[in-house]
């Protein structure tokens, strides 16, 4: 039997624990083991860990919040959505937070995002008052919306169609320059030496011949009515030559001036400079 350094000091025997005691201490200690590893005992410790996180998520929606009331009071309403959606994020049943949303949109000008929010609210909240607030701001979202539109409608009807921005900065094309042939100087030649056959031949053919009905008497004989007969007949071969010298010519001043090549009109050769006046020099020009 092991004797304790204090008996040893004392001389006295250690008095001895009867046998329940340590049943009772082996009892209390594998219960103690059976409790700890328990699934219930386990699964309490996990709830109050998600019970931690919870309220550390409801405390920083909370803190955001107020951020984002604070931001709306100095107008800065960009900013307080993005507080409020980060709220959202971590409260995603706050219903404050939704509705608070949706008044910012509307506060906005924006009817689409503030109708979103606030049906969205209209779903999970009971509150008959809360819910007749909501139904009224709703009713705002749709007046809005038509005093939009029909802005937009007058807008269209009475702007004209601008032009985009590319056809506004592109000149328009330059008109085909117009293109003229230069007479030269053998299509005058020619030409003229047409008009002065063709009116040659025309002057000939058209002169007086004796006719089949010529008789001799009186001082008109047979040779007077042959030298008639013979000058119509030199004037008729004449007028032929001259019309055939017209033909030949006109096909030959047509042939020059086809062939010469067309050349671009300038503003030189559509309107030639006049020449200014004495009485003009020095004054400026008016209408």
Same mark, same amino acid.
């Given at each position: 039997m092991c004797v304790? =350094?204090? +008996? #040893?000091?004392t001389g006295r025997e250690p008095a001895r624990r009867p046998a329940w005691w340590h049943a009772a201490l082996r009892t209390a200690a594998v219960t103690a083991s059976i409790a700890l590893s328990s699934p219930g005992f386990a699964q309490s410790q996990g709830s109050r860990a998600e019970a931690a996180k +919870?309220?550390? #998520?409801?405390?920083e929606a909370k803190r955001l919040h107020d951020e984002a009331r604070e931001l709306y009071d100095d107008g800065e309403y960009r900013k307080a959505i993005e507080r409020l959606e980060q709220a959202l994020a971590l409260d995603p049943d706050g219903k404050e937070l %939704?509705?608070?949303l949706g008044l910012i949109h509307e506060k906005l000008a924006e009817p689409l995002e503030a109708e979103r929010w606030f049906r969205r609210y209209l779903e999970v909240e009971t509150d =008959? %008052?809360?819910r007749e607030r909501t139904q009224r701001a709703l009713k705002r979202i749709e007046g809005v919306k038509r005093d939009q539109a029909a802005a937009r409608a007058r807008q269209e009807s009475a702007a004209p169609a601008a032009p985009s921005a590319q056809t506004a900065a592109t000149p328009p094309p =330059? =008109? @085909? @320059?117009t293109t003229t042939r230069p007479v030269g100087p053998w299509v005058w030649i020619t030409g003229g030496v047409a008009v002065s056959a063709l009116i040659v031949g025309? +002057?000939?053919a058209i002169s007086k011949s004796p006719g089949n009905d010529? #008789?001799?008497g009186g001082s008109v004989g047979v040779a007077d009515l042959q030298a008639d007969a013979d000058a119509a007949h030199s004037r008729a071969i004449i007028a032929d030559v001259s019309f055939v010298v017209a033909l030949l010519a006109g096909a030959g001043a047509a042939y020059l001036y086809l062939s010469t090549p067309p050349v671009p009109r300038t503003a030189a050769t559509q309107a030639p400079p006049r020449r200014?006046?004495? #009485?003009g020099q020095g004054v400026a020009a008016t209408f």
């Open positions: 304790s =350094p204090r +008996a #040893r000091r +919870a309220e550390a #998520r409801a405390a %939704v509705y608070n =008959p %008052v809360l =330059p =008109p @085909p @320059p025309n +002057a000939f010529a #008789r001799t200014a006046s004495a #009485r």
